[in-house]
């Protein structure tokens, strides 16, 4: 196998490789772009017009997506998988990952769109570099942008697999990607309602890709993911990146759950209290009424919402922070 295969040997060991640029046997050309980045590009003559970003690592204790992509990137090296796509591999938070840590000083995947200028330390730099990587990658015109950002959940979950899907004034969710989505795994999709901060809104509203974040079940150390089940995502990227997707009912959703966003749970202070269990799963109800949080100067938040589920819950955040997202079940009718 190329040594540039090898991206995630070289990550967790700190190295530069020796060579900056290698040929696979299928003349598929890889390159080293900088710490945890590597661009892949096909030969121009088998090229599908797809631009691909994988991102993994962004949270440096979700190593199941990390080890997904490693393998990816084996196979190309060996010339097992012939891309038609150019795609760029992305390492997130290379420190963190050495660490074993969701993150050293701050989560990096709050330091997008900008907040990384009101920021300083290695993760607001390593987010401004991860934008710029991007931009750059998704910079050519004509092609089709594509991003998925792969993490996986500090908790278990009543729906193992799910999207969160970005939101931009004026854009559309495409019912197209969602039933990509489904046939990659994914049992439930977020769509999202405002702008937010995290890397796959700013590749979806800065770059114009179709971008998601994909929780793909419980992060575990590295070697301990046989409990998550990638097979499926993993067959639909091996797809995408040779040009073998097959065609997808453009109506059928296929018992895709869809949820949107009622309120964010914001943790204004420290005497921001959340009332659940340690142990709940992402996605678990809550009755109208229940007292879910409360906060600096008696406030408090109140369920209201029929239907009302929570995913992310995490008091743990700094303030300021999402502490967890309160969701309700949703229809398809506004997808374009
Ligand atoms: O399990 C948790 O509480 C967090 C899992 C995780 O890292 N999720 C992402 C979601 C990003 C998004 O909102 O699209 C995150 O919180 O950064
Ligand atoms: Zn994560």
Redesign the pocket.
């Known amino acids: 196998m190329l040594a540039l295969g090898k991206l995630l040997e070289l990550t967790l060991a700190g190295r530069e490789p020796a060579e900056k640029t290698q040929l696979t046997v299928e003349g598929v050309r890889m390159r080293w772009l900088s710490e945890g980045a590597l661009e892949v590009r096909p030969p121009e003559a088998r090229d599908n017009g797809l631009d691909l970003l994988l991102s993994a690592g962004?949270?440096g204790n979700?190593t199941a997506p990390i080890e997904l992509l490693d393998r990816l990137l084996h196979d190309i090296a060996r010339g097992d998988l012939k891309p038609r796509a150019r795609i760029l591999f992305l390492f997130g938070n290379p420190e963190a990952i050495r660490k074993g840590e969701r993150f050293v000083e701050q989560?990096v995947?709050?330091l997008f769109n900008g907040r990384h200028e009101q920021s300083s330390g290695s993760e607001a730099l390593r987010a401004c570099e991860l934008e710029r990587l991007a931009a750059s990658f998704f910079s050519l015109p004509d092609r089709q942008r594509l991003h998925y950002d792969l993490?996986t959940?500090?908790?278990g979950s009543k729906i193992e697999q799910f999207a969160?899907y970005?939101w931009k004034e004026g854009r559309q969710h495409s019912r197209l990607e969602l039933a990509r989505l489904r046939a990659a795994g994914m049992e439930a999709v977020l769509l999202q309602n405002k702008p937010?901060i995290?890397f796959?809104?700013y590749t979806y509203d800065k770059l114009g890709a179709e971008s998601f974040?994909l929780?793909l079940g419980k992060a575990r150390p590295f070697g301990q993911n046989a409990g998550v089940n990638v097979s499926l995502l993993e067959t639909r990227l091996k797809q995408i990146i040779e040009g073998t997707e097959p065609e997808m009912a453009e109506q059928g959703l296929d018992g895709l759950q869809l949820f949107s966003v009622a309120r964010e749970i914001i943790k204004h202070s420290d005497a921001f209290r959340l009332n659940l269990p340690a142990d709940i799963e992402?996605f678990s109800e809550l009755d109208v009424g229940y007292v879910l949080a409360e906060d600096l100067a008696n406030t408090r938040w109140i369920i209201e919402e029929q239907g009302a589920r929570i995913i992310?819950?995490?008091p743990k955040v700094k303030n300021g922070l999402r502490a967890g997202i309160l969701i309700v079940p949703t229809t398809d009718e506004n997808l374009a």
């Open positions: 962004i949270h979700e989560d995947n709050r993490h959940a500090i908790r969160l970005p937010s995290v796959s809104s974040t929780e992402n992310f819950p995490n």
